[in-house]
């Protein structure tokens, strides 16, 4: 059995909570105490039914907001497949979260209301999704009972949706008809959708093919922890710790020890203390060596042919998260997984309109706002840029002396060429 | 050329977790495994032999004991600590109690979960953890849902949903400023059934308490078991019996409620949970029923 990790996007009151309650609920992951207690807290609130939106909006504040404010994480298998949903805000303000929740996802379930079909936030939620790197995509046109189950209003909207797929190259989308509320097509087919013949959602789910790691990616792992155990037993043993980021590590492989440039062999590979013939992406190994050579946290391990050019100049697109506004000269830390350095972001070259795409001229980067920016770091990183690589193309920025997450980085470009000289 | 591992969802949870469990070693100079001796602590210690042996653990085990666990539990956490070879530090909410002139909680289901939060706060002082690993999976509560993998905490350990970093990719940040700690929960991604089922596939071995077997019970006003113990004060009025049960989880035996199975393996144990309506905290822990929000008020209290 496998594991789909996707998020759930749209505007507020399109049917977000509610979708995910019915899947949580059409697939039995609701158990009756659960259910009880829902029950009880709806008719405490407001009269009626079963509110399925509140399987999902868990923190107080958001029940007395009656909105979604973060990423909240929840649950569910099928006999065939095990599911993470990842809920993301709709609210403008929370750009930051909708960035949290795609980038841990390997699709994206963009939630339309039938009656307004696609809108700002439709559009601006699939360039953050495809941005973060997701390509398959779920157009989920709901509350369709409220246009009269319209097959017209249905075509319509996927042509629109179509316009905003095509302009970001997105190949994999998925439209499904649907009604949360009553259940239509959800996890059943629908009687009132005769003229739909695609999958329900749930059957879509489990049968779209998941982010297998790619095995020809090139092969990327950042040692985490040192293992040393100086026992009497094993007074010399040396393990560096850490996860396969990409592609297959092998023993006997001719590696390179990143960023000091060092080569040697890769004498073994172990999995719970068993050497193996072959790991591969998201693995947890340790790697040992043949030669004793200085290796410690934040350091990569390459295959020799595969290697990347350590660089201290990035560009990279950031998505700003903090409230205070990021000027040119700021002075950070780069989270690139296990390595960290000092660095200065020399320039902001332009923000995006996440609405248009265009590229415009900034001065700043302020919260949610999606910037193109050329950074030096301290200490050179081993790194791809996000097209070549989703895991060590990404970094986060944090604040030197608070510490806080300030910035999501993609990497554009490792080693940016010389600006261009007016003639 | 060796053909290539295929890896199943279980395969992905204990890399997800061995990951996290390194990032811990790498990033903080003291951190700290929170072990309760329920199968949730006992799966992150297998997960951490897988990602430190064959090295110490770069942690301690810390149990805090509200002096109404069952025997049974303590005496597997102990030969477990001496089995792995590994350092475990006990500290007692009884000693809490009386250093700080705290109230015992009355009642007839007199209930130390509360007071566990004073406890651990102080062995987080006492010791200067600034990293403790614990079991808590977002399924278990819907506070739970919204929690982060790193969940930074101030100095008098308290969570502030609002101000929590946002957590991008598998990049955890574990950058903290003096008196703050972080929470680290490497099981996060898994659900109840996921935990059997990883027990079940590594043979890890669990307390007796939590397969099938005979015990005399006070049958509660919901229909629900507790175990007799000394801990309780039964009247006359009371209704005993005694049933064929196990516990779904192993806290306070003061407040977690038995269930009627007769599951004596692991496998009939996963086929109950299977059939299982009722969730896990639901059918087996009374306190958290106090309030609707009873975990969200407990996490920004400093509890786990
Ligand atoms: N008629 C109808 N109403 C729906 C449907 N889905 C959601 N709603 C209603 O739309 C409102 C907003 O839904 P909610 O799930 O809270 O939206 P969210 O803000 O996107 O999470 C609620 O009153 C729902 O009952 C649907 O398919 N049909």
Redesign the pocket.
């Known amino acids: 059995m496998d594991l789909l990790r996707f998020i759930t996007c ?13 899947l949580l609920y059409d697939s039995d992951a609701v158990s009756l105490d659960v259910l009880a207690a829902l029950e009880e807290q709806n008719r405490t609130s407001a009269a009626g039914t079963v ?3 509140l399987l ?2 868990g923190l107080r504040a958001e029940r007395e907001q ?3 404010i973060d990423v909240a994480h929840k649950y569910f298998t099928t006999p065939r497949r095990k599911f993470i949903i990842t ?1 993301t805000p ?1 609210h403008v303000q929370y750009t930051r979260n909708m960035v949290t929740g795609a980038s841990n996802a390997d699709l994206a379930i963009v ?1 339309v ?2 009656r307004q079909g696609v809108v700002e936030q439709t559009r601006r939620h699939t360039i953050v999704a495809a941005l973060l790197g997701i390509r398959r995509f779920v157009l989920a046109v ?5 246009v009269g189950y319209s097959e017209q209003v249905f075509r319509d909207i996927v042509a629109d949706y179509a316009a905003v797929a095509a302009q970001l190259g997105l190949r994999q989308v998925v439209s499904i008809p ?5 259940g ?1 097509n959800v996890v059943k087919p629908s009687a009132n959708l005769p003229w739909y013949q695609g999958p329900n959602l749930l059957e879509h789910l489990e049968t779209v093919t998941v982010a297998t790691e790619a095995t020809t990616d090139a092969a990327r792992f950042q040692v985490q922890y040192v293992i040393r155990p100086q026992t009497a037993e094993l007074p010399d043993y040396r393990g560096y710790a850490g996860r396969i980021q990409s592609g297959v590590y092998r023993p006997g492989d001719r590696v390179l020890v990143l960023p000091a440039g060092i080569e040697t062999t890769l004498a073994a590979i172990e999995i719970d203390q068993q050497a193996v013939p072959a790991a591969v992406a998201p693995q947890g190994v340790v790697l040992r060596l043949a030669d004793d050579v200085d290796v410690s946290r934040g350091d990569t391990i390459v295959p020799l042919a595969q290697a990347p050019v350590p660089t201290r100049e990035l560009e990279a697109t950031l998505c700003w998260m903090a409230e205070q506004p990021l000027r040119p000269g700021r002075k950070l830390l780069v989270q690139h997984h296990t390595a960290k350095t000092r660095a200065v972001v020399q320039a902001i070259v332009a923000r995006t309109n996440i609405q248009t795409l265009e590229q415009q001229p900034a001065a700043e980067a302020r919260l949610n706002d999606i910037v193109r920016v050329r950074l030096k770091t301290a200490r050179p990183l081993a790194a791809d840029t996000y097209q070549q690589n989703r895991t060590t193309g990404a970094f986060i920025l944090l604040d030197e002396q608070t510490g806080a997450t300030l910035a999501a980085g993609l990497i554009e470009q490792t080693a940016p060429a010389e600006p261009e000289v007016e003639l | 050329m060796p053909t290539l591992p295929r890896l199943d969802y279980l395969d992905r949870l204990e890399a997800e977790a061995v990951h996290i469990l390194r990032e811990v070693a790498g990033q903080f100079q003291r951190p700290a495994l929170l072990f309760s001796g329920g199968k949730d602590s006992i799966a992150l210690v297998r997960l951490a032999q897988k990602a430190f042996r064959p090295g110490k653990f770069p942690f301690p085990l810390v149990h805090i004991d509200t002096g109404h666990n069952f025997p049974e539990v303590l005496a597997f956490r102990d030969r477990l600590a001496a089995e792995l070879g590994e350092q475990l530090i006990v500290r007692r909410v009884e000693d809490t109690i009386r250093q700080r002139g705290l109230r015992e909680p009355g009642g007839k289901f007199p209930s130390r979960n509360a007071l566990q939060t004073y406890t651990l706060l102080d062995t987080v002082e006492e010791f200067g953890f600034d990293a403790c690993i614990g079991g808590a999976r977002r399924d278990e509560e819907k506070a739970r849902a919204k929690e982060r993998i790193f969940s930074v905490r101030d100095e008098f350990g308290q969570w502030d949903p609002r101000r929590q970093r946002p957590e991008l990719w598998n990049i955890y940040n574990g950058q903290i400023q003096p008196g703050e700690n972080v929470r680290v929960f490497p099981i996060s991604n898994w659900t109840e059934l996921d935990v059997w089922n990883y027990i079940q596939r590594e043979n890890i071995p669990l307390p007796s308490i939590y397969f099938a077997h005979e015990r005399r019970c006070v049958v509660l006003p919901s229909g629900q078991l507790l175990a007799v113990t000394e801990h309780l004060t039964l009247d006359a009025t009371d209704e005993l019996t005694t049933r064929q049960v196990r516990f779904r989880t192993v806290g306070d035996a003061t407040c977690t409620a038995a269930v009627e199975s007769d599951a004596s393996t692991l496998a009939a144990i996963i086929d109950d949970i299977l059939q299982a309506k009722v969730s896990e905290r639901g059918a087996t822990r009374l306190d958290d029923r106090i309030s609707e929000t009873g975990m969200e008020d407990r996490k920004r209290n400093g509890y786990f």
């Open positions: 749209g505007s507020v009151d399109d049917g977000k909570s509610t979708l995910i309650g019915r509110d399925l939106a999902t909006d009656g909105i979604t809920d709709g939630l209301d039938a709901n509350k369709i009972d409220l649907l009604s949360a509320l009553n239509d």
